[in-house]
């Protein structure tokens, strides 16, 4: 079975750009979303993927991801659940980890959330100065739920 570890943070400031590749477009929706089950369909740049997430438990969940015909997910993309998520996600390299910066645009603008994925919950990693508080165990974070409740409502 594949887990997803994972840790989200609010960002203090924007000095994260410095070191951050040239970003990649991302839309996604979901075809169906509960805290048991979600299944995500996903454009990233020109590749498409749909997962499958089970329940979170502590920062971690069962994650199954597989690659798709671009041409399949936009249509997939067309009956998903309420509206889709945009965003462009920047990666910056710090040491051993690659930290994912998702700038959010649409109904969730103005939302930046960095996300590290670990190896174990217990994983220690350097932590870079212009991270903020840590928002892993709230779930209006979660991708899932912005679609039902965006950043704008908050």
Not at 68 to 76: N, S, T, V
Not at 80 to 107: A, L, M, P
Not at 127 to 141: A, N
Request: glycine fraction near 6%.
């Amino acid at each position: 079975m594949n887990k997803e570890i994972e840790r989200k943070f609010l960002l203090k400031n924007a000095d994260w750009k410095i070191f951050a590749n040239a970003g990649i477009s991302i839309k996604q929706g979901y075809l169906n979303s509960s805290k048991e089950l979600t299944t995500r369909i996903r454009t990233k740049g020109k590749q498409a993927f749909i997962t499958i997430k089970g329940k979170t438990e502590g920062i971690s969940r069962a994650e199954f991801e597989y690659e798709i015909p671009l041409k399949d997910a936009l249509e997939l993309l067309k009956l998903c659940q309420n509206s889709n998520i945009e965003k462009t996600r920047y990666e910056v390299k710090i040491e051993n980890h690659t930290w994912e910066i998702d700038v959010f645009e649409g109904e969730n603008q103005g939302l930046i959330v960095a996300e590290i994925e670990l190896s174990s919950e217990d994983e220690t990693f350097k932590k870079p100065t212009w991270l903020g508080k840590e928002v892993s165990f709230e779930d209006k974070y979660f991708n899932a739920c912005l679609v039902e409740n965006p950043f704008k409502k908050w």
